[in-house]
């Protein structure tokens, strides 16, 4: 077996512990599991969302995010003019935030990702 193969086998396993602890209300496990998940949640965003191009904007906003800089965080989303690509870098600060606790730049983020969303759909709409 590759060494991918592997580690996506031991992902799996671990992702089952959790499921398997969230059906037992087995608050303790999950939280055991937290950091890895997020991880790896956070890694495969980027993997699959990102360009290579974005990814020191993007490792600016996730510094942004771990030092709670809601101005640093707003001044990094407004520098990309793709809404949709802001909506999702929000969401995946916004994730980041909540793990780190940060609920006031949480909120922000979403805020902002939903306006993007949001102008994105209008746009749309007047143009048909």
Same mark, same amino acid.
């Given at each position: 077996m590759s060494d991918?193969?592997?580690?996506?086998?031991?992902?799996? @396993? @671990? %992702?089952?512990?959790?499921?398997?602890?969230?059906?037992? =209300? &087995?608050?303790? *496990? %999950?939280?055991?599991?937290?950091? *890895?998940?997020?991880?790896?949640?956070?890694?495969?965003?980027?993997?699959?969302?990102? @360009?290579?191009?974005?990814?020191?904007?993007? =490792? &600016?906003?996730?510094?942004?995010?771990?030092?709670d800089d809601i101005a640093g965080c707003r001044r990094l989303l407004a520098l990309e003019e793709d809404g949709e690509m802001v909506f999702l870098a929000s969401q995946f600060a916004a994730v980041m935030a909540g793990f780190f606790h940060h609920d006031e730049c949480l909120t922000v983020l979403q805020a902002i990702g939903l306006q993007a969303l949001l102008k994105k759909i209008s746009n749309q709409r007047q143009k048909n």
């Open positions: 991918e193969m592997q580690e996506m086998r031991e992902l799996l @396993e @671990e %992702i089952d512990r959790v499921l398997d602890a969230a059906q037992e =209300n &087995d608050l303790d *496990t %999950i939280y055991e599991h937290r950091a *890895t998940i997020v991880s790896m949640y956070a890694q495969a965003m980027v993997e699959f969302h990102f @360009e290579e191009s974005q990814l020191d904007w993007l =490792n &600016d906003l996730l510094g942004a995010v771990e030092s």
